[in-house]
């Protein structure tokens, strides 16, 4: 397993942008695919982004398609979430994952970092 520190959280205006980063520790990072997923208050946690261990592939949830894009640098041990024209429906604690599997599931990341606020001001 790889432990996983998100950061870049905020409170932005509606239409504005953030930039989280999700850095993880251990030398396997690379082989792991990486997912975001959200939480809204009183809400599941739900499926934003996963991209596969060579970045080759990505997914994305309909809501978040052509406004947030999935990228990472496996030199650095990071993964990025570029959040563009954000919406207050936006607004959630944003947490990044590691998996085995390319998936949309929880169930198939096995790493978790803390999660870090969005908060999205209409």
């Known amino acids: 397993q790889v432990s996983l520190v998100e950061s870049g959280g905020g409170l932005v205006q509606a239409g504005g942008s953030l930039r989280l980063d999700c850095a993880a520790s251990?030398?396997?990072?690379?082989?792991?695919?990486m997912g975001w997923f959200r939480q809204a208050p009183g809400k599941k946690r739900e499926f934003v982004a996963v991209?596969?261990?060579?970045?080759?592939?990505?997914y994305y949830q309909d809501s978040v398609k052509g406004r947030f894009t999935i990228s990472r640098d496996n030199a650095k041990n990071t993964v990025y979430l570029q959040m563009n024209s954000l919406k207050p429906e936006d607004t959630a604690v944003y947490y990044c994952?590691?998996?085995?599997?390319?998936?949309?599931?929880?169930?198939?990341?096995?790493?978790w970092g803390q999660g870090t606020q969005v908060t999205v001001s209409s």
């Open positions: 251990g030398r396997t990072f690379g082989s792991y695919h």
């Open positions: 994952a590691a998996g085995r599997r390319l998936s949309l599931l929880e169930a198939d990341f096995g790493s």
């Open positions: 991209m596969a261990w060579s970045g080759g592939m990505t």
